[in-house]
Structures are given as C-alpha cells and as structure tokens.
C-alpha cells in the first residue's frame, strides 16, 4: 500500500487489526511502526519475525523515503526528512500515540523523529544504534569479531564508499553482524537494494559519521527501550551505553545482550520478543 507523505509516495504494509472484539465492545491495539535498517534497505528484513506480535499490537511495516519501494530523491533522503516522514506518515494515516521501533539506521530515524517531534510517541525502541558513531570502535570490532581482513573491508567501504567496497563489505562483513542466527543468503535477495541511497549517506558528505544526537535526547519525553548485543560489530555495545545515558533516567530500559549481534533479534529471539511484548503492554 502507498500514502503519500511530504510530498513522496511511501510504501507501508499492515499485519493484524487495530480494532478488535471484546465482549461488549471493540478493543483498539497499539500501533507498532517498525523503522528499518540501512539506508539502501527495506522493511522485509523484519519478516517474518515481527509477526509474533501481531496478536499484542498493529504491526506496521514503512519503507524510508528513497528505500524499498518508496519514492524519493537523494536530495531530500535525510535524517531530517526521515524523521519529519514518520510524524507525517502518522498523521496521514490517523496513528495517534505509536510506538516506534527502530534498529540500526532505522534507530537513527527515531531518534531524529523523536527529538524534533518529543510529544508524539507514545514509546520508543532503539535497537543496535548510536546517538554518535565512532569510526575506530566500529573497525576495531570487525576485527575482533572478523579478523585483519574484515577490518580492512570495513575500513575502507566506511571511511571511502563506492559500489566495489560496498559489494565486498556486503560479502564478507554483513555476515559477521549475527552470532548464533544461521545466515540467510535468501535475505539480501528478497530485500530491495538502493545501493544509491546508501553511497549517498555514506559518501561526500557522509551524514552517518556526523551524526549526534547526545544533546537532543535529553529532551525525550516518552519511555524508550534500548536493546544492545554485546558482539555486534557495527553498532557496538559502547554506543548503545552512551545513548541510553543521554536519556532521561526515569524514561530509559537498557538490556544488554551476551553473545549476540546486530539487532539482537536474530540472534536471541525469545528474550528479545518476551522484552518486546512486556514493554508494549505495560
């Protein structure tokens, strides 16, 4: 399905009612948006895992501007923008209150989402990301987990993007991004690929190594829960231990993962759907 949104036609699928039976009246589910990774992504890497909690909340799916099949141009493909999208795509659709989740650069989005519009959530996940990323700690942890080689490949697709090094970064560092999860070649092919819009982020200007939210996040008014795996190489657990204490402390959930990777999910999906459901409830 598509709603237009500033301007741009944004995909967007839905999993499971907003409004059901109960007894004597008709029960409104909170609304889960899900924020995908990348960019240059789209939101299938969420499915179909997120289907387990369709029976507690609305689950939907959105493709960034510029992402998937959404529309968009590189000049208007921001975090400023991205985060103006998820308000404006609330408001298009009549969600009041969401919940939003998001993991890696979709974390990025909520945050720039949740800091220029602090009174709309009603919840945020943040999931393996950063209010500030630090190249060195990012190539130091491919290493580790990787070798000299992964480093080298990280270092020099992060630091000097072109197509080339990002196919050879895709190869041989996306694999290293989980931990006990069986690798799913199938997973990039199904995906949606705007190899642009990533090169685009990453390259001349390179948006992503300047990106800070560590002042801004003080300001959040909502309750957030950031999630962490202490083996992720890309978005390492130091980065998450800084954005949660930039937050308030009465507001922030911060659980740590051992042995897992990026998004966490994968890796360990009963822990995480269990945090996932209590903190969608409660």
């Known amino acids: 399905m598509y709603v237009t949104v500033n301007g741009a036609r944004l995909y967007f699928d839905v999993e499971g009612a907003g409004l059901v039976p109960d007894g004597p009246r008709m029960r409104e589910k909170p609304t889960l948006l899900l924020l995908h990774g990348g960019p240059g992504f789209d ?58 989740y998001g993991a890696s650069f979709g974390g990025w989005v909520a945050q720039s989402y949740m800091t220029r519009h602090p009174e709309h959530p009603a919840k945020v996940v943040l999931v393996s990301t950063a209010a500030r990323v630090v190249y060195d700690e990012i190539f130091d942890a491919f290493e580790r ?29 996306f694999p290293l991004y989980t931990t006990r999860a069986k690798h799913d070649p199938d997973a990039l092919r199904r ?19 300047q990106i800070d939210y560590r002042a801004d996040l003080g300001y959040v008014k909502c309750p957030v829960l950031v999630m962490a795996g202490d083996r992720d190489p890309i978005m390492p657990m ?36 269990r945090l996932l459901r209590e903190f969608v409830l409660n």
């Open 43 to 100: 939101h299938t890497i969420y499915k179909p895992a997120f289907s387990a909690l369709a029976d507690i909340a609305q689950v939907i799916y959105l493709d960034h501007r510029g992402n998937g099949r959404s529309e968009g141009t590189l000049g208007r493909s921001n975090l400023p923008q991205w985060g103006d999208d998820v308000k404006g795509f609330c408001d298009a659709l009549g969600i009041e209150k969401p919940i939003v």
């Open 145 to 173: 987990i990787g070798g000299s080689e992964a480093r080298a490949i990280a270092e020099a697709y992060w630091l000097a993007p072109t197509m080339e090094r990002r196919m050879a970064y895709l190869e041989t560092c």
């Open 191 to 209: 995906a949606i690929l705007r190899h642009d819009v990533g090169l685009a982020f990453n390259g001349p200007h390179n948006e992503q190594g």
């Open 238 to 273: 130091a980065f998450s231990e800084t954005l949660a204490a930039c937050l308030p402390r009465h507001l922030v959930c911060f659980e740590r993962f051992e042995n897992c990777g990026h998004g966490v999910v994968p890796d360990n999906p009963e822990r995480a759907f």
